[in-house]
Structure formats: structure tokens, C-alpha cells
């Protein structure tokens, strides 16, 4: 059964950082491109950034401003959100989801994992 499994969401005050990981059980990563998107309450989720398969970011949100990186580890099979100088507005429930490459539709997403910025 293929899962996603977000962690290292957390508090903290405007200006910090956070890295985000998503662990994928039950199939090889390689297989698939793949996504970070959040969800704010009362708003659409929304893409934050995607990756190809050999680890190329694209599709950066404007909102991310060089401020998020997105990465990924084949071999440990898990993908990675790096978010710094976060800001209240960064405030959301972060998914990580497994994408069709040839058309980014969304496969399989995980549970979400929550930030929350402060100011």
C-alpha cells in the first residue's frame, strides 16, 4: 500500500525555519515526480513546489520567493521541504503528494503535516 508521511511541522516565530520531510512506503520514489502544496484555513490548497525525478525543482510558487527549497533523497525513498524566513502568512497544513509526471496530476497525497508562524 503506498503511503506518504509528512513530518517536521511545528511552531515558530516569524524569521525561522523549518524542514519538512515527507518518508513514501510502498513504492520505489524513483518512479514518481512529486510535490509539496498547503492548505490554509478557509483557502484553496495551493502549490508550493514540485521536483522531478532526478531531483530538478520547478514550479516554485511566488509566494516562495528563493525562501522554500525543495529536495529529495532516492535512495532513502523520502522528499524534503527546506522553508526558511517564514512568515505568519506561510501559516498552513503542508501536504506532500506523489504526481503523474507527464501531466503533474496528483496520485497520492499524504496526511499533512501542520505549520504555524508567529509573529
Known amino acids: 500500500q503506498v503511503q506518504l508521511v509528512e513530518s517536521g511541522g511545528g511552531s515558530v516565530q516569524a524569521g525561522g525555519s523549518l524542514r519538512l520531510s515527507c518518508a513514501v512506503s510502498g513504492y520505489n520514489v524513483r518512479t514518481y515526480c512529486m510535490g509539496w502544496f498547503r492548505q490554509a484555513p478557509g483557502k484553496e490548497r495551493e502549490r508550493v513546489a514540485k521536483?522531478?525525478?532526478?531531483?530538478?525543482?520547478?514550479n516554485y510558487a511566488d509566494f516562495v520567493k528563493g525562501r522554500f527549497a525543495i529536495s529529495r533523497d532516492n535512495a532513502e525513498n523520502t522528499l524534503y521541504l527546506q522553508m526558511n524566513s517564514l512568515n505568519p502568512e506561510d501559516t498552513a497544513m503542508y501536504y506532500c503528494?506523489?504526481?503523474?509526471?507527464?501531466?503533474?496530476?496528483?496520485?497520492?497525497w499524504g496526511q499533512g503535516t501542520q505549520v504555524t508562524v508567529s509573529s
Open positions: 521536483i522531478n525525478i532526478v531531483g530538478i525543482p520547478s
Open positions: 503528494a506523489a504526481l503523474r509526471c507527464s501531466d503533474g496530476y496528483t496520485l497520492v
